[in-house]
């Protein structure tokens, strides 16, 4: 399914957001770290996890996600801590959507932990996914698709 709107993926480092980049964009998915903005096909924004693991970013992710339609909180589930503070998404001035990785591998309550930190950083709705087979992320490009630019 073809993505048609600009998304900017953030979250912490090592949660999954280049192999979602990776995955939408058919390309190999592989480990490399994100050392710096990456735009990545024709409609994603890669950011660094460190930009949303420290303050002294979020200026940068502000101003970068300002090219984007849509952004996207990306969360594992694994990961028992959140970079993302409560209505972090009201740095923002477009719609947060929430997508929680790694469900191949996490259990049920860390799945849902990880939904109700990005419900509480304001992401709305929130998609489950797994990078690394792709599973849900129709889900999501469907979804992104369908949202009205108009209302925001
Ligand atoms: N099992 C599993 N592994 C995943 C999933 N998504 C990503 N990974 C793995 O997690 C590791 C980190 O993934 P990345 O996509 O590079 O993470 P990132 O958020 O881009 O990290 P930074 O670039 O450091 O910010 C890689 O080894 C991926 O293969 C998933 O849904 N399930
Ligand atoms: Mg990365």
Redesign the pocket.
């Known amino acids: 399914m073809k993505l048609e709107k600009r998304i900017i993926l953030i979250?912490?480092?090592?949660?999954?957001?280049?192999?979602?980049c990776q995955y939408i964009n058919s390309r190999e998915?592989k480990?490399?770290?994100?050392q710096a903005v990456a735009y990545i096909g024709e409609n994603m924004i890669?950011t660094?996890?460190?930009y949303a693991e420290r303050r002294s970013y979020y200026g940068s992710l502000q101003i970068t996600s300002a090219d984007a339609d849509v952004i996207i909180f990306?969360k594992?589930a694994t990961k028992y801590m959140s970079v993302f503070a409560p209505a972090f998404s009201s740095m923002f001035t477009k719609p947060v959507i929430g997508v929680v990785?790694?469900?191949?591998?996490a259990d049920e309550k860390e799945i849902k932990d990880a939904r109700t930190y990005l419900e509480m950083a304001g992401a709305d709705p929130i998609f489950e996914?797994?990078?690394?087979t792709g599973e849900g992320l129709d889900q999501v490009i469907k979804y992104i698709n369908k949202i009205d630019l108009d209302m925001y």
């Open positions: 979250g912490g480092s090592q949660e999954g957001k280049t192999t979602i998915i480990y490399e770290k994100t890669d660094p996890g460190e990306v594992d990785t790694h469900i191949d591998i996914v797994c990078g690394l």
